[in-house]
């Protein structure tokens, strides 16, 4: 399994791993320790991040080139290609954003979380942007 990456669910039950083992994500159960759920993605998921009212689960796939949405009740994903190696993830939930950095290049796409299509791009003047923290406000 390896999970590389974890975010707690909204109401703090459930912890969302992303597994660059087996290419997965998995969804745990803290007060039984058990997994519940177990989703196949892109080879070498890394970031996620849930949405604010758990509908929702976004995790990247950096050998792929990935980002995908997962609607937590019913399973479906949503695919969106971004290269070059879609890294960390932070979700804005008052903003209705999604914010993904590259792992090879200095930029972070904004992203549509419904439609997963890039709304923008910032360009980093160095480097690459590897964690994100981003206020929600």
Request: glycine letters at 8%; aromatic letters at 6%.
């Given at each position: 399994?390896?999970p590389?990456?974890?975010v707690?669910?909204?109401?703090?039950?459930?912890?969302?791993?992303?597994?660059t083992?087996?290419?997965s994500v998995s969804?745990i159960?803290?007060?039984?320790?058990?997994?519940?759920?177990?989703?196949?993605?892109?080879?070498?998921?890394?970031?996620?991040?849930?949405?604010?009212?758990?509908r929702?689960l976004?995790?990247t796939?950096?050998?792929?080139g990935?980002?995908?949405?997962?609607?937590?009740?019913?399973?479906?994903?949503?695919?969106?290609?971004?290269?070059?190696?879609?890294?960390?993830?932070?979700y804005l939930?008052?903003l209705?954003?999604?914010y993904?950095?590259?792992?090879k290049?200095?930029?972070?796409w904004?992203?549509?979380?419904?439609?997963l299509?890039?709304?923008?791009?910032?360009?980093?003047?160095?480097?690459?942007?590897?964690?994100?923290v981003?206020?929600?406000e």
């Amino acid at each position: 399994m390896k999970p590389e990456h974890m975010v707690l669910g909204s109401q703090g039950r459930l912890l969302y791993t992303a597994n660059t083992g087996d290419a997965s994500v998995s969804v745990i159960d803290l007060a039984s320790g058990t997994i519940k759920q177990t989703y196949a993605v892109g080879q070498e998921p890394h970031g996620i991040d849930t949405s604010a009212d758990g509908r929702w689960l976004f995790v990247t796939s950096k050998q792929d080139g990935l980002i995908t949405r997962i609607d937590l009740s019913s399973g479906e994903q949503k695919t969106s290609e971004l290269s070059p190696t879609p890294y960390h993830l932070a979700y804005l939930g008052k903003l209705n954003k999604l914010y993904v950095s590259s792992r090879k290049e200095p930029k972070i796409w904004v992203i549509d979380p419904v439609t997963l299509m890039v709304k923008n791009i910032i360009a980093l003047e160095k480097g690459v942007a590897h964690q994100m923290v981003i206020r929600d406000e």
